[in-house]
Structures are given as C-alpha cells and as structure tokens.
C-alpha cells in the first residue's frame, strides 16, 4: 500500500457524496462509496489489491469507528425511547418469528447451510441508516419512537447474533468472546459514569479544549482499539466492539466537540475507506458466473421487506415497517466476516449486499411515503 492508493480511494469515495446530493433520492453516501470500490476493484479497473495488509487493518479501523458512531446514535438515555421499548420488542420479535420461517425456506431453496446467517440478515435492521434518515425527513410522533425502539433492538440483537451464525462450528467460542465485549462494555459505562458525575470528564475536557491536547478523542480511540483488540483475540468481529462501546457512551451523553471529532474521522476519512476497500473486496463478476446468486441476492432482499411488513398486524403503517426493513450494517458484516473465514459460497458474498440494496431502494421510496403518515398520527396524538 502506498500514498497513491489512499489518493485512488480519497477520489473515488467522493461518489458517495455526489450520489447523496439529491435529497429527493434519499440514497445513503455509502452506496457510491461502495460502488466505487466495485470499480477500482476486483470487479472493475484492479487499481487497488484490497488483500493488501494494511489496507485491510485501515479498513478494520473504519469498520470499528462506524459501529462506535452507530451506537453513540441509539438514543439509549432518552425516556420517550424506554417508554417504547415494550412496543419495539413485541414487533422485533415478531420480525424474528417472520425471518425463522422465510429464512429456513431460503436455505432450502437454494441448497445452502446458511440458514441460522439469513435468519439474522432478514430480522436486522440498520439503526445507522434509519434513524438518520427519520431525523432528517423530520418523522415524529409515537410511532416513530416505538420504531425506533424496534429498529435499536433488533439492531443491537443482529449484531451480537452474527458471529454465532456465520461461524456455527465456533459458536461457543464466539458466544464467550460476545460476553466478555459485552462485560467490558458495562464496565466501561460504570466507570465513565462515575467519572461524569465527579466532574473529571468536564475538568479534562476544559483542559483538553484549552491546551488542544484532544485528550477525549485521545482515550476514546484507546479504548476503543482495546476492546478491537480483545474482540479479535476472542474470536469476535471488531463490530460488535466498536457498537458496545458506541451504547456505552450514548448511554452517559456523548460531549459534542467529542462527536465532532469523531464525525471527521468516521466519515471523513476511515469510514470511506472501508466502503471502498469493501466493495473493492467484491468479486461481482462471480454473480455473473454464478446466476443462482443473483437470485439470492433478490429472494433476500424481498424476504427482508415480507419480514418487516409482518409488523402490519400489530397496527404499525406498512409505510414504517418496510422502512424498518432497511439494512446495510449487517449484511456487509457478514459479507466481510464470511470473506475472511471462508465460509461463504463464490458470488454469496456479493447476493448478500444485493439483498441489502433492495431493501434501501424500497426504503428511499418508503421513506416519501412515511413522511404524511407520520405528521398525521402527529396531529392525532397532539389533539
């Protein structure tokens, strides 16, 4: 790897924004960042080896960093958010109920061992892509917090789930690894809790602001490479560390120089690279040899939305439900988890991101529709 790599990556990442410009098309920047990659990829042009070791390192750094910022987006301390949390969870586990079924059918229908792996893709939902997109088109009301609640849940459920159904054989193992992350994690809120309601945090920050030491961002960092580190060693992905660690701060209220700081990181810099040293990563031309993935990669997507839809019956617009159904978090995951274990059949890969693109594509046109539903039951609540 050398400096005119992260120049290739630099430019082309820039897809991402100029795609997201529009606001009518609502398309997440990591998509053009994603197809980016395709092209100077494997797929594409062959202007980056994304085997590379120390790319890959790079793009493990951004992996991490994106799931700590997700994490820090769940609005854990928010009360209206807990007093949906019942709502959230019946639904989420209906979802689940859904996704066992059509998962299962999946995995026979296409001759695969993967059914447990596309149960979890299926019931997941990408709190870093919805709950963004609910702020930004301004959604409100009742409704909008029980999803929310609903889309944190099986988010943080997905997450914890993975690793056990990508690698079944190590499950226990992985299982063990999840737990200590996850002890680790409530340590740390333990302790950065103490520290806020003493005053070290605010005496450390006024010193950092004043002497530009960036201590915050200093220690965040550390600990945040720790529990990657510890994550490796256990077996575990570097997502669910940096997601762990992501509540643990929302959880005692994330200082907004510190957000700052880490916005520029993530997605300035580590954030795209992971994008595009992901799609660079995919070899697409293997759905063309493989067409059977190409259907995978559609039967998914639309199990994804049927799934989702199911919360219908429990009174939630069908508008809502398919917007729950959007995902991009878990399925590059496991896309990237698989690749690196070996576990995943050629071109499975890819048909799981196609899956996910279906979902965003239904969810940008959802999303339209959403916004008049939410400001009428809105009105209703206020009247």
Do not use: C
Not at 14 to 20: I, T
Not at 77 to 105: K, M, P
Not at 207 to 213: G, M, P, Q, V, W
């Amino acid at each position: 790897m050398d400096f005119q790599t992260l120049a290739i990556i630099s430019v082309v990442a820039l897809l991402g924004p100029l795609l997201a410009m529009p606001r009518r098309w609502n398309i997440p920047v990591v998509i053009g960042q994603l197809a980016a990659g395709v092209i100077v990829g494997r797929t594409g042009f062959g202007l980056i080896e994304a085997a590379d070791p120390t790319l890959t390192l790079l793009a493990d750094v951004g992996f991490a960093l994106i799931m700590f910022v997700a994490g820090t987006h769940v609005p854990v301390r928010t009360g209206a958010i807990r007093a949906a949390l019942s709502a959230g969870l019946v639904r989420a586990i209906l979802v689940t109920v859904s996704a066992s079924a059509l998962g299962v059918a999946i995995a026979i229908m296409f001759g695969t061992n993967h059914a447990p792996l596309y149960i979890v893709l299926l019931a997941s939902s990408s709190a870093a892509l919805v709950l963004p997109l609910i702020h930004s088109l301004g959604l409100r009301g009742r409704s909008m917090l029980e999803l929310t609640a609903q889309v944190a849940i099986a988010d943080v459920a997905a997450i914890v789930a993975l690793p056990l159904a990508i690698d079944p054989p190590n499950a226990g193992r992985a299982a063990l690894g999840a737990a200590l992350i996850a002890a680790l994690a409530v340590a740390l809120y333990v302790l950065l809790s103490r520290l806020e309601r003493n005053g070290s945090r605010a005496r450390l920050h006024k010193l950092s602001a004043n002497r530009k030491f960036a201590l915050e961002l200093r220690i965040q960092l550390a600990i945040l490479f720790a529990l990657s580190a510890v994550a490796v060693f256990s077996y575990v992905s570097v997502m669910l560390a940096g997601f762990a660690f992501g509540l643990a701060v929302a959880a005692v209220g994330e200082p907004r120089r510190l957000a700052r700081q880490l916005f520029a990181l993530a997605d300035g810099f580590f954030g795209p690279l992971f994008f595009v040293w992901l799609g660079a990563s995919l070899a697409l031309r293997d759905l063309t040899d493989h067409p059977q993935m190409i259907a995978l990669g559609l039967t998914l997507g639309l199990a994804t939305l049927l799934t989702h839809a199911t919360t219908r019956v429990l009174g939630l617009p069908l508008s809502f439900g398919l917007l729950s159904a959007a995902q991009l978090g878990i399925p590059i995951a496991a896309a990237t988890i698989g690749t690196q274990l070996h576990v995943l059949a050629p071109g499975e890969a890819a048909a799981l991101l196609l899956g996910a693109l279906v979902t965003i594509a239904v969810t940008a046109a959802a999303s339209g529709w959403a916004r008049p539903r939410a400001a009428s039951a809105a009105e209703k609540t206020v009247g």
